[in-house]
């Protein structure tokens, strides 16, 4: 996943991103996610993705302390990301 440490009108916040296909999750990259939509096209019939954005604040928290909870959080959600992904129809003719 990626991370970025944002700030706006004194508020700060730790966000950790990653894009997640149908296939599979953790693409980082645009080389990758083209790979993994071409793939599943050719495989499945599907490129579909999603980006994932989660955030913890950090204004009384220390950012070790918010990066475990993201961490400990994605851990938990990306098995429950499957089971809430739209399911294709094919087109009828």
Known sequence: MNEFLVERDGARR??????????????LGGLDQNLDRLAGRLLEGRADGALVRISASLDSRDEVEARG???????????????????ERPSGG
């Open 14 to 27: 730790l966000v950790h991103y990653w894009y997640r296909s149908y296939r599979r999750s953790g693409i």
């Open 69 to 87: 909870r993201l961490l400990a959080f994605a851990a938990a959600l990306e098995p429950l990301l499957a089971a809430h992904w739209p399911r």
